[in-house]
């Protein structure tokens, strides 16, 4: 998709879910790069479903994952448990792919068998971001954090992502500013309130360059 117009930040964000949302509370959480994924670890009987997340933890956004992971969806014994993991697996892998609608339906599967599952939430809301269904994505992630996600401070991060191109600038420093108060001297987070500080002192320049020309 064309990413012209949107914040400099937009795929540093996404790929924070993308890499790290997946995996809670089943296995360690990457940072968000697409080079560092982490995803949970499927333990059954059926091997399609160990090498689907073998695959999935390995970064491997091939079709060949995509179609383990399928066909371990189809193992006639398969748990709801089991499901929910597949289906938030093959969901991000999806999404590393950018095939967001196709990651959605995975997503809103597992809410359909776990309404309260909070990291298919915030994936959920990752995808949305990436569509650019800003709205969608603020509910999903304010969803998300009512429900105890892990790793908070990159739903906020995303959350301020969505509102900030919906224009909600001040909803948007409220939720980087958190975000930082969640993880003192993250990163990203640090980068935009520089960012909005500097901007401010710039237009602040500008009126006062303006009121003295005058």
Not at 67 to 81: I, S
Not at 87 to 111: K, S
Request: charged share 25%; aromatic share 8%.
């Amino acid at each position: 998709m064309s990413r012209a117009w949107l914040p400099r930040r937009f795929s540093t964000a996404i790929l924070a879910f993308a890499a790290a949302a997946a995996a809670a509370p089943f296995a360690d959480l990457a940072m968000a790069q697409r080079s560092d994924p982490s995803a949970v670890t499927v333990v059954g009987r059926d091997p399609n479903a160990r090498r689907c997340s073998d695959q999935v933890m390995r970064g491997d956004t091939s079709d060949a994952t995509i179609d383990r992971c399928t066909e371990a969806l189809g193992y006639r014994h398969l748990t709801q448990a089991a499901e929910v993991l597949l289906r938030i697996n093959r969901g991000v892998t999806y999404m590393r792919r950018q095939e967001n609608e196709q990651a959605l339906q995975d997503f809103d599967a597992v809410l359909r068998i776990q309404p309260r599952h909070a990291e298919a939430q915030v994936n959920r809301g990752a995808a949305l971001l990436q569509l650019r269904r800003y709205g969608p994505a603020i509910a999903a992630f304010t969803e998300a954090l009512g429900l105890d996600v892990q790793e908070p401070y990159k739903a906020y991060f995303n959350r301020g992502v969505a509102r900030e191109a919906l224009g909600d600038y001040r909803g948007a420093y409220e939720d980087y500013n958190t975000a930082l108060e969640i993880y003192p001297d993250w990163g990203p987070a640090n980068a935009e309130l520089q960012r909005f500080a500097r901007q401010r002192r710039e237009n602040l320049q500008a009126r006062q360059t303006g009121t003295s020309s005058q």
